[in-house]
């Protein structure tokens, strides 16, 4: 997917190099894109070629090695989802970035493939009035085998990170609590979780969300109800609902359109970079989605609701 988006902007962006330890993917990479230049090390590349920013899309339990090496080195970084298996891991990188005095930014790349951004600019601009309540489901069943099927967490850190940043992004506001709980389906060979039931409370905004792997019916929807009308999205668009009928605006990033999502965010980072801001996903901001799904984890373990402050545990 990365490969496929940058790709597509030559203009932007130069792939000098991909390092991976497997010579088998060192040469899918070649035939498949024509990098040339393969390296199985980070400090093989770092020696080897100049480059000024580093795609992180390792496991993320190996993570804070890789984004230590290379933010040493000046690179900066834009690093996959989840950022960290913890808060305090993401914390620990997000530190090391800064003192590093390198950018550092999060592939959230469902705030460009799903319908969020046109869903945050339709509550912005008031379509809908004062949004009242979420209603979000992500049914499907999805089996896996590699190191996913042996984490122990599973469907939240894959897919549910992407839910959570994408409410608060829709939202434009931080939560204040949640409560949670979790199963793991007898059917799939994983050590993690398959589903789950999250209530969060973004002030006066109530989310129910609710997600499967292990459905036989597969839906993906999420509604927005709002004082003057409603929004119904998906991958492939939003509906608004008012009173003066039904408007929709399509997402040009779903579907096939995934890779220019990596891009955009890509794109992002390299945009701060250039003059001298922040990304909007940059890891600071992150650590509020991975609070979220830090606090989920916590609160099916205990059975209680998990607070935040200003949306940080």
Do not use: C
């Not at 991976?20 to 020696?47: H, K, N, Q």
């Not at 897919?159 to 939202?171: A, K, P």
């Not at 408007?247 to 096939?256: C, D, T």
């Amino acid at each position: 997917m990365h490969f496929r988006g940058y790709l597509a902007h030559r203009d932007r962006v130069e792939v000098v190099a991909a390092v991976d330890p497997s010579a088998d993917r060192r040469r899918w990479v070649t035939t498949t894109f024509g990098i040339s230049e393969t390296f199985d090390s980070i400090g093989t590349a770092l020696e080897g070629v100049d480059f000024d920013t580093a795609v992180v899309s390792t496991p993320s339990h190996v993570r804070l090695e890789a984004v230590t090496e290379l933010a040493a080195s000046g690179k900066h970084l834009f690093v996959e989802k989840p950022l960290a298996d913890s808060v305090e891991s993401a914390t620990e990188i997000v530190g090391i970035a800064a003192g590093a005095n390198v950018e550092l930014a999060v592939n959230q790349n469902f705030r460009y493939h799903y319908a969020f951004t046109q869903a945050r600019e339709a509550i912005r601009s008031g379509r809908i009035g004062r949004p009242v309540s979420i209603d979000h489901r992500e049914l499907m069943w999805r089996e896996v085998v590699g190191w996913r099927a042996e984490q122990q967490h599973h469907a939240l850190s894959v897919m549910g990170v992407h839910w959570f940043d994408g409410f608060r992004y829709m939202l434009d506001r931080e939560a204040d609590w949640l409560t949670a709980t979790t199963h793991r389906s007898p059917l799939q060979a994983v050590m993690g979780e398959t589903d789950a039931s999250v209530h969060l409370r973004f002030g006066d905004v109530g989310v129910n969300y609710t997600h499967s792997f292990a459905s036989r019916i597969e839906s993906v929807e999420t509604i927005v109800v709002g004082e003057q009308g409603a929004l119904r999205l998906d991958y492939d668009q939003v509906e608004i609902h008012t009173s003066d009928g039904l408007e929709k605006v399509i997402n040009p990033w779903s579907g096939l359109a995934k890779p220019e999502s990596a891009y955009l965010g890509l794109n992002d980072l390299l945009t701060a970079v250039d003059r001298g801001t922040k990304p909007t996903n940059s890891g600071r901001d992150n650590l509020q989605t991975l609070s979220l799904l830090e606090g989920a984890y916590r609160s099916a373990v205990s059975g209680e609701t998990v607070t935040f402050s200003e949306g940080l545990l």
